[in-house]
């Protein structure tokens, strides 16, 4: 994992992350990012030397070896300045391409052991996409500013060093400038970020719109709706608002900078007509005060205009650390790498007075529920959309912990099993089950081929599609691949419950993933289930009542509690939700 002191983290800590991924490349950078700054004092002794000795040429005694020597100095100087910018961009580049192969699998690796309940929170998804998006683009950058910083101080300690010589008051007025500056500009910077922080979740948005707008999926609906133009209006306003929100901070912080470049400008000013005073009465020499003079232009240039934005830059940096130092301290659910297999059997699921509400939610959605699941036997959870059907699903495999009343697997209460543990027990197939663009087989055995996937293949009657494709069940599917193959929704929701059964849990829950089929095809795999699956307890959610049916069980949710609980006889029987529910689907396919 990323090796950081998960409290202390700084942008020290970045630079020192960049160093550990490439020490080569990065002390390359840095020896030329100290000889940058080096090269601007000594320039200095080398072009007043230079034109001392040029003075001296109409003397008696002309320095013309010194001359020549200076000259030959500020040749290589330019040479360095020329050779060094190309380096630089050539070792950055490296450096920013060995982020991408060797920080970037860790920053995935660190999203994907996330703990579930983050994922469905919309601040850790701003959190997400402000840390990770380009990430290596902004450690670079981080970088950057930082040897930058060095290049910029080792060349204006050097410069004050030189005048601090000749007049040490200079030198002391400067600093009293400059601190006040570099806190304004810092101040700047972290205004900017904060406002970019803000319009964060405007930004999501607009990323979404233009996902909806140019993505694959909603082609079809997006041609037959023609939603394109008011999406894109929405996208341009978004865009709008958000330019106009950042703008307006860009442009007060801006102006605080100017101001304070115009006092760096009219102190430059003030020096060079002091120093000036001294080459009168002999105390400085033409050739040091020119290039005195010519470096003060070019630190005011320096500080005007590079260390503003830099520190502009480095406060906003800073920002970025506190969201990085964040996104480190997520918590992670370590399990997530447990690839043990743990073959647990499956007895019985004993459910006491269960509550439960999510964070933001302000009333309880499950509400007082007991249920006894006994092994072998079949399941179905019904009723209307919102009653928590699929809440109570994720709390029954692990995914939310923080429940109130007491959940028993075989007994043990369910917070002492591991999440791995949970997870070999329930083979859970959802709603918004995933499409995987890769091989049908890796799409339902991954990473473990051997495990009878011809079986599962037949039990659900994936033979005739397979043997459609034109590279059988290694063929690719979705539209990623040239060679991709397009299937109906249907088949790829006989692929989501094979890769379940595939799984070989005890347990399977199927969460309503039958929508795409017909009504007969449901029917049929819901029928066929407890033949495909022997042995299995099986929990299964659909509103098509009439594949329920068969269940040994029917357990009716209403508003978070159980309604009603029996045979699908008994409930015909009791006349109440359920027989309505059912008489009413009843009449609708006589219709
Ligand atoms: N992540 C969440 N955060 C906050 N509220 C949620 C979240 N997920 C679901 N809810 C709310 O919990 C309630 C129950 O939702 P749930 O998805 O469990 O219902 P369901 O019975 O499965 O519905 P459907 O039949 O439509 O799938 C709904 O009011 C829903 O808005």
Known sequence: MLDLQKKNISVLSIVKLCAKYSPKLFAMCLALT????????????????FIDSVITLTSNDPQTYIMIKNAMFMGLGYLYTQLSQELK???????????????KPEIIKKQFSMDYLLFESTQTQDLLLRVTKDIEKKFIKILKSTNLIITIAVQVVGILYALYKYNWWIVIIF???????????????????????????ITRQMNYLSDILS?????????????????????????LYRSNFNTKTLARETLRIKLCNIVINIFTIIIIVTLSRQVYNNLLSVGLFTAIVGSMINLTKVISLQLSELFFEFSSHN??????KEFIQLEENKEVFDDRCENLKFESLHIKNLYFKYKDSKDYIIKGINLYLEKGKSYSLVG????????????????????????????????????????????VVSQDYARYYVSLKDNIAFDNPEGGLSSVIEKLELGDLIRDLPEGENSYLGKMYDNGIDISGGQWQRIAIARALYKNGPFVILDEPTSSL????????????????KDKTLLMISHRLGSTKISDEIIVLDSGKIAEQGSHEELMMKDNIYAKLFNTQKEMYYE
């Open 319 to 324: 920002e970025y650390v506190k969201d990085f």
């Open 34 to 49: 100290v000889m940058d700054g080096l090269l601007v004092p000594l320039m200095l002794v080398v072009v007043a030397n």
């Open 215 to 239: 993505n694959r999926e909603a082609s079809a609906e997006r041609t037959l709706f023609n939603y394109s133009y008011t999406l894109n209006k929405r996208f341009k306003d978004a865009h």
């Open 384 to 427: 209307l959309n919102g009653a928590g059907k699929t809440t109570l699903i994720k709390i029954l495999v692990g995914l939310y912990r923080d429940f109130e009343g007491e959940i028993l697997v075989n007994g043990k209460d369910i917070k002492l099993y591991t999440f791995n543990q949970l997870r070999s027990m329930f083979s």
């Open 175 to 201: 600093i009293f400038i400059i601190i006040p500056m570099i806190f304004l500009t810092f101040k700047g910077g972290k205004a900017i970020y904060e406002s970019e922080k803000k319009v964060g979740f």
């Open 89 to 103: 961009l050539y070792f950055y580049e490296l450096l920013e391409d060995t982020l991408r192969n060797k920080l």
């Open 518 to 533: 017909s009504p007969t095809a449901e029917s049929k795999v819901y029928s066929n289930f407890s033949k495909i699956a």
